[in-house]
């Protein structure tokens, strides 16, 4: 016996595309990342071992802007997602500052990255020890949050060699819409360095590879992560105080957004 369906077998086959096209999403964005990461962490090993910290780390930071370029240009070209990061391409030639963003899912680094060629980021240790992404980490230059006093140092030599420090103030993905409380590593960093904190917003309407979403579950598709540039604080002598201001701002500019539904 036929069976009977209300669709033509136009609408099935466009169905059948569409389904095989968010699997493609899916595979795209786990299977390149974990290449990517083995990558660098095995088949570069001997620059670690051989090439002097400062230019390894400008060496492995450029060839993470080129791979994560097109990377996301691959998945806007799929038609089933759109990256659109082209925003933070003014602060590319900027002198050295500290970005501090929200942080709603697993790929917010790697947006940063894939537009700012001189960019180091203050990471959870659990993700700069990943036996799979924490070669590229500390090939370029990347550090651990849970060592203050080494990471206030890196950070300090990093900006002063002309970088930009990437951080995520919540410490982990969002948890608790619009942002998790933040803590003030970015303030101490300004205060030191004597440069500015610039702010960037992550806008997105999809839980793909937010806080608790298991990376063997298909992203819904089509959905969008839009970068956003906003004010920029000068370093402040009391941190706290700083620290406070920025966390008001990102209230007040992201209070109407809602957690994207699972």
Known sequence: MPILTDHSPDEMDASWRRVAADGAIFAMAIGALTVFGLVNTFALLPARLLVPRAPRARWAQRFMNAFFRRYFDA?????????????????????????????????????????????????????????????????SGYWRADRPLEMLHAMNDALANGQHVLIFPESTRTTHFPINPFKGNFALIAKRARVPVQTVFIDTDTPFLGRGWSLLRKPPCPFRFTLRVGRRFDPDANPKRLLGEVEAYFRSELGASRAPRL
């Open 75 to 139: 998945i806007n070209a799929s038609g089933r997602a759109t990256f659109d990061l082209t925003a933070i391409d003014a602060l590319r030639d900027e002198p050295p500052m500290v970005i501090v963003a929200n942080h709603p899912a697993l790929l917010d680094a790697m947006m940063f990255a894939a537009r700012l060629p001189r960019m180091v980021c203050i990471m959870k240790a659990d993700v700069r020890l990943n036996p799979v992404f924490g070669g590229a980490a500390a090939l």
